[in-house]
């Protein structure tokens, strides 16, 4: 069953036009997206995570709300830097919003991407050793703490005097089921097969962190495969998810049109430096819903994978981006198999 969701990066700006001209605009209307969202039947509602910038930061508390609000819409995160968490308080949060939402969290994790601080996460109290200057083995060191944290490890040693025992105690609350809706947020297919090594979902965004010439699709297409090939490998009993991300923008009024019609430069992959790294981006689909739809039918990793979340430009309020999400479950969506899930939507309003 495909599913399809969308993804808030949560700008927030006070310039004229913007829709969220405040961090607290940004949060309300992202609730309330979550909200209309279920109504139209979309399956779920992500957020982004970026520390030391005008955007969304603090997940948890959003997610909580959201989850508060909704009663069937799955509710997650693309990604969580994991440079700046400490795994066992994010054990905490994620059972706590877990928990209210009855098991709806989707949590996408990973070492996230170029910051606009430079190694911010130190700033938190992480600093990785001299070999780990980006904090790649900090961020798998964490997730595997959390991991097992929210599995029911053992993870302080137990006071006698107010315990009677000298065991282990594990992170309360937790939350059933939870492990198994942790993602990792991948950007090259090493690390798509390291992923399912770890029992892992895979997240893949608009962009990777290689080029081999292929169109993005394709690349993003092997990505897959190699995951799923490792999973099948390391032997895990479960079915994995796999989530993509695409820009989908259909142009239907004279507003959509001044909005998105000069973007054809964005119908194309781009190639270029991130980091010092080689990346491929993946093309925006800008247009006619119909031109839309055929196009994205052919996409080779939106066929591939279960879950594909949709980029909102959030900066145009609720109205706006509920209006375009109409329009893509109504005239887009179809075409990649998927229908709208409208059981106990909005019962919780």
């Given at each position: 069953m495909k599913r399809i969701g969308f993804l808030s990066f949560g700008h927030w700006q006070p310039v004229?036009?913007?829709?969220?001209?405040?961090a607290g605009d940004v949060l309300k209307q992202t609730i309330e997206l979550a909200v209309a969202a279920e109504e139209i039947g979309i399956d779920g509602a992500y957020v982004r995570v970026h520390h030391f910038a005008r955007q969304l930061a603090s997940p948890f508390p959003l997610l909580a709300a959201m989850a508060a609000r909704t009663s069937r819409i799955e509710l997650g995160t693309g990604v969580i830097d994991m440079r700046y968490e400490n795994p066992l308080y994010m054990?905490?949060?994620?059972?706590?919003?877990?928990?209210?939402?009855?098991?709806?969290?989707?949590?996408?994790?990973?070492?996230?991407?170029?910051?606009?601080?430079?190694?911010?996460?130190?700033t938190f109290g992480f600093v990785p050793?001299?070999?780990?200057?980006?904090?790649?083995?900090?961020?798998?060191?964490?997730?595997?703490?959390?991991?097992?944290?929210?599995?029911?490890?053992?993870?302080?040693?137990?006071?006698?005097?107010m315990?009677?025992?000298?065991?282990?105690?594990?992170?309360?609350?937790?939350?059933?089921?939870?492990?198994?809706?942790?993602?990792?947020?991948?950007?090259?297919?090493?690390?798509?097969?390291?992923?399912?090594?770890?029992?892992?979902?895979?997240?893949?965004?608009?962009?990777?962190?290689?080029?081999?010439?292929?169109?993005?699709?394709?690349?993003?297409?092997?990505?897959?495969?190699?995951?799923?090939?490792?999973?099948?490998?390391?032997?895990?009993?479960?079915e994995p998810r796999v989530s993509v991300s695409r820009s989908i923008l259909p142009i239907t009024t004279d507003l959509d049109r001044r909005y998105f019609g000069g973007r054809a430069e964005d119908a194309d992959d781009q190639v270029g430096y991130l980091g010092g790294t080689l990346a491929r981006f993946g093309k925006s689909y800008?247009?006619?819903?119909?031109?839309?739809?055929?196009?994205?039918?052919?996409?080779?990793?939106?066929?591939?994978?279960?879950?594909?979340?949709?980029?909102?430009?959030?900066?145009l309020g609720v109205a706006f981006n509920a209006r375009m999400l109409q329009t893509i479950a109504d005239h887009v969506a179809p075409s990649i198999g998927w229908t709208p899930n409208l059981a106990g939507a909005g019962k919780n309003d």
């Amino acid at each position: 069953m495909k599913r399809i969701g969308f993804l808030s990066f949560g700008h927030w700006q006070p310039v004229p036009g913007s829709q969220t001209q405040t961090a607290g605009d940004v949060l309300k209307q992202t609730i309330e997206l979550a909200v209309a969202a279920e109504e139209i039947g979309i399956d779920g509602a992500y957020v982004r995570v970026h520390h030391f910038a005008r955007q969304l930061a603090s997940p948890f508390p959003l997610l909580a709300a959201m989850a508060a609000r909704t009663s069937r819409i799955e509710l997650g995160t693309g990604v969580i830097d994991m440079r700046y968490e400490n795994p066992l308080y994010m054990a905490e949060e994620a059972a706590a919003a877990d928990l209210i939402s009855d098991g709806r969290l989707q949590l996408g994790v990973s070492r996230g991407s170029p910051e606009t601080a430079l190694n911010g996460f130190e700033t938190f109290g992480f600093v990785p050793d001299g070999t780990d200057p980006e904090g790649a083995d900090l961020a798998r060191e964490h997730v595997g703490v959390f991991l097992q944290a929210i599995q029911g490890a053992g993870v302080a040693r137990a006071n006698p005097a107010m315990t009677g025992t000298t065991g282990a105690l594990a992170i309360t609350p937790q939350s059933p089921g939870l492990s198994d809706r942790v993602w990792w947020g991948s950007g090259t297919r090493a690390t798509a097969e390291w992923t399912a090594e770890q029992g892992m979902n895979l997240q893949s965004s608009t962009l990777l962190t290689e080029d081999t010439g292929v169109p993005f699709d394709e690349l993003q297409a092997e990505q897959i495969e190699r995951y799923r090939a490792a999973w099948k490998r390391a032997g895990w009993q479960r079915e994995p998810r796999v989530s993509v991300s695409r820009s989908i923008l259909p142009i239907t009024t004279d507003l959509d049109r001044r909005y998105f019609g000069g973007r054809a430069e964005d119908a194309d992959d781009q190639v270029g430096y991130l980091g010092g790294t080689l990346a491929r981006f993946g093309k925006s689909y800008v247009g006619e819903p119909d031109a839309i739809a055929a196009s994205l039918a052919q996409d080779a990793a939106v066929a591939a994978a279960d879950t594909v979340l949709l980029t909102v430009p959030n900066q145009l309020g609720v109205a706006f981006n509920a209006r375009m999400l109409q329009t893509i479950a109504d005239h887009v969506a179809p075409s990649i198999g998927w229908t709208p899930n409208l059981a106990g939507a909005g019962k919780n309003d």
